[in-house]
């Protein structure tokens, strides 16, 4: 049973425009929220966070958006750039344990 | 770069035998983590430790054993290899900065078991 979610596997955006990409959970008992990115042949690495308890945080072209009452959230990539092509994982926390996504393949067209 | 490696980073096997993944890390951390990434699944939680000689176990267990003899050494063994644990493995350790949440991750370990 999986308790994160995103269902668009793959997502394609020109350079310049925004990329939104979504998530949605099951498990109230969450307290944090992660995207990861990940190139090919790599290991993940982190991107951005998000506490419980709040519905917004920024890091310079990414900013998350969590929606507790849908329990649902979002990232945001402003502008996209051709190296932002990769696989994006949604990852929520409950007890020091990750729940991961399936991921969401982004191509960023020139 | 967290300082986490795995070795090997590929390997080939036969099904019924044993096999051995190694993380290593040089960053003290308490918490280290094994996952499987398969197609459609995304990561998935094998086993995790929360300090020398302490595990337990993740989503998708079984088939899998670790050991943890020193605070640097987390060890994943497949007692007997099967098919379906062809996967590529990820090692993970918490960050000591930022979130307390976020976990570093190894480059991974190609498994193929045929």
């Known amino acids: 049973d999986q308790q994160v979610k995103q269902n668009s596997p793959s997502l394609s955006v020109q350079e310049g425009r925004i990329s939104i990409l979504n998530c949605d959970y099951t498990n109230s008992m969450f307290d944090y929220f992660l995207w990861y990115k990940k190139y090919p042949a790599e290991g993940p690495t982190f991107l951005i966070s998000i506490s419980s308890i709040k519905d917004k945080n920024e890091d310079g072209r990414f900013t998350v958006f969590l929606n507790k009452s849908a329990k649902h959230l979002s990232l945001h990539i402003v502008p996209s750039q051709p190296g932002d092509s990769a696989v994006y994982f949604c990852?929520?926390?409950?007890?020091?344990?990750?729940?991961f996504g399936a991921g969401t393949t982004v191509t960023v067209r020139a | 770069d967290a300082g986490i490696t795995q070795s090997p980073r590929h390997k080939v096997t036969e099904t019924g035998t044993p096999v051995t993944l190694r993380c290593h890390q040089t960053e003290n951390h308490r918490y280290m983590y094994w996952y499987r990434q398969d197609p459609g699944h995304g990561l998935r939680l094998i086993h995790y430790?929360?300090?020398?000689?302490?595990?337990d176990k993740g989503e998708v267990s079984d088939g899998y054993s670790v050991s943890r003899s020193k605070t640097e050494d987390f060890l994943l063994t497949l007692e007997s290899a099967t098919s379906s644990q062809t996967s590529v493995y990820f090692c993970a350790i918490t960050a000591t900065s930022g979130s307390p949440h976020e976990q570093f991750f190894g480059p991974g370990t190609r498994l193929t078991v045929l």
């Open positions: 990852a929520a926390v409950n007890d020091y344990k990750l729940s």
């Open positions: 430790s929360y300090g020398v000689k302490d595990t």
